[in-house]
T-cell receptor, first 112, second 112 residues
Framework: ETGVTQTPRHLVMGMTNKKSLKCEQH?????MYWYKQSAKKPLELMFV???????ENNSVPSRFSPECPNSSHLFLHLHTLQPEDSALYLC???????????FGDGTRLSIL | AQSVAQPEDQVNVAEGNPLTVKCTYS??????LFWYVQYPNRGLQFLLK??????LVKGSYGFEAEFNKSQTSFHLKKPSALVSDSALYFC??????????FGGGTRLMVKP
């Protein structure tokens, strides 16, 4: 148990669907992150939130839309995704940018 | 810009033998260095970190890493490998004001 919970664990969706990934942490952390992990590629940082404010958007396409309503919850809204977006999406949190990040177990996303 | 290199895609070692997983980094200023492990169908788990102080850092599950400033390396080591250590290992670096940068990962295979 890492303290970071991601739902759903698996998601299959068509390219025209709209879905959302959810991440929740109760570690008292103030920073939350979305990463994309694809086979044969390094871990890609997508978004960073500090105290609910987005501080990093790593050139992510607009079909990915993050939302951070409070310090404990982070969402990733998905719309009109492409097959190359199939990957493991990992959420993480930390008490500061220089502190270890705690990861959830990810959502395995498959785009048909 | 900061970067991390893990030169080996895979490391094979026999159970009971010592193991080393290599990591070199490039960063301006003083680095903060981390090792994470990822088991199948799980997120990344924090193993250990170097911030400052003693160059030999001890972490979870009997792992340790040695910070070598002159060689800009932070190799992960364990005196006696277990089959259960088989997993994907990531090195990461950050310096003040930047985001965490991960290496490409090294798959460790420990054979009985």
């Amino acid at each position: 148990e890492t303290g970071v919970t991601q739902t759903p664990r698996h998601l299959v969706m068509g390219m025209t669907n709209k879905k959302s990934l959810k991440c929740e942490q109760h570690l008292g952390h103030n920073a939350m992150y979305w990463y994309k992990q694809s086979a044969k590629k390094p871990l890609e940082l997508m978004f960073v939130y500090n105290f609910k404010e987005q501080t990093e958007n790593n050139s992510v396409p607009s079909r990915f839309s993050p939302e951070c309503p409070n310090s404990s919850h982070l969402f990733l809204h998905l719309h009109t995704l492409q097959p190359e977006d199939s990957a493991l999406y990992l959420c993480a949190s930390s008490s500061g940018s220089n502190q270890p990040q705690h990861f959830g177990d990810g959502t395995r996303l498959s785009i048909l | 810009a900061q970067s991390v290199a893990q030169p080996e895609d895979q490391v094979n070692v026999a159970e009971g033998n010592p193991l080393t997983v290599k990591c070199t980094y490039s960063v301006s200023g003083n680095p903060y260095l981390f090792w994470y492990v990822q088991y199948p169908n799980r997120g990344l788990q924090f193993l250990l970190k170097y911030i400052t102080g003693d160059n030999l850092v001890k972490g979870s599950y009997g792992f340790e890493a040695e910070f070598n400033k002159s060689q800009t390396s932070f190799h992960l080591k364990k005196p006696s490998a277990l089959v259960s250590d088989s997993a994907l290992y990531f090195c990461a670096v950050i310096n003040a004001g930047n985001m965490l940068t991960f290496g490409g990962g090294t798959r460790l295979m420990v054979k009985p």
